[in-house]
């Protein structure tokens, strides 16, 4: 991607023919990846589409180091958010916690602070600032996935990985999250790659690519 004054943008994430076999006792293996090699520059954001079962989560899995790949390579910033398909927000924390979750290891008073700050501002801006003390089984699946994004989010990160972020929700909230996801990088720099069956989603995007046959089309 070249950016306005002309310059190379720098690439923050790289693959290179990255492939992945899921061995199965008793039964065939399956090649879900069969070379994937693809970048993203620093703000740039990318859609990944495809048909269901055509291995969109497993690559993201493989991009957030979650999955190792059968063969080829990953090259990743070190601050990165993760919204994953199914939330995995930790049961026995509140919202609130559950987003300071990435922010844990941040130990001066001053880490913690803006952790705890940003959280709350985040949370405010999903809609959740009247659920902060709730737990996540006391919310509907939507407001699940607004804690998972917001949690994605609390540090920072260069680069944002997102399984189908607006899956769950109704079209006004799906808009919303669109919205914050699209302003990520009003600093230029967070980079968002989002896994997406959403016409809206693929349309805030500056690239899209199709998984089709093990394959980035
Ligand atoms: N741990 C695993 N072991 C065996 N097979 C797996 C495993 N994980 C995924 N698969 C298979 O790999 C294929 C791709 O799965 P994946 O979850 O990546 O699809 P997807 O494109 O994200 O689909 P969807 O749109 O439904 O979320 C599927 O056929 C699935 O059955
Ligand atoms: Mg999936």
């Not at 199914?86 to 913690?112: D, I």
């Not at 009003?186 to 500056?206: F, N, P, R």
């Amino acid at each position: 991607m070249e950016s306005a004054n002309g310059e190379q943008a720098m690439v923050i994430l790289e693959t290179s023919d990255i492939t992945k076999r899921f061995k199965i006792p008793g039964a065939q293996p399956i090649e879900v990846l069969k070379g994937v090699s693809f970048s993203v520059s620093a703000g740039e954001k990318v859609a990944i589409l495809g048909r269901s079962g055509s291995g969109k989560s497993t690559l993201l899995h493989i991009l957030g180091g979650l999955l190792k790949p059968t063969s080829g390579k990953v090259l990743r910033p070190r601050n990165f958010g993760f919204v994953f398909q199914a939330y995995h927000l930790m049961p026995e924390l509140t919202v609130l916690e559950n987003v300071m979750l990435p922010a844990q290891s941040w130990r001066t008073p001053l880490a913690r602070a803006t952790a705890l700050s940003r959280a709350v501002e985040l949370l405010g801006k999903v809609g959740l600032k009247d659920r902060l003390d709730h737990l996540p089984a006391e919310l509907s699946g939507g407001e699940r996935q607004r804690v998972a994004l917001a949690r994605a989010l609390v540090t920072d990160p260069e680069l944002v990985l997102a399984d189908e972020p607006t899956g769950n929700l109704d079209a006004l909230t799906g808009a919303d999250i669109l919205k914050m996801l699209t302003e990520l990088s009003s600093d230029g720099k967070t980079a968002l790659v989002m896994v997406t069956h959403s016409q809206e989603a693929a349309a805030i995007c500056d690239r899209c690519l199709t998984l089709q046959d093990g394959k980035l089309i």
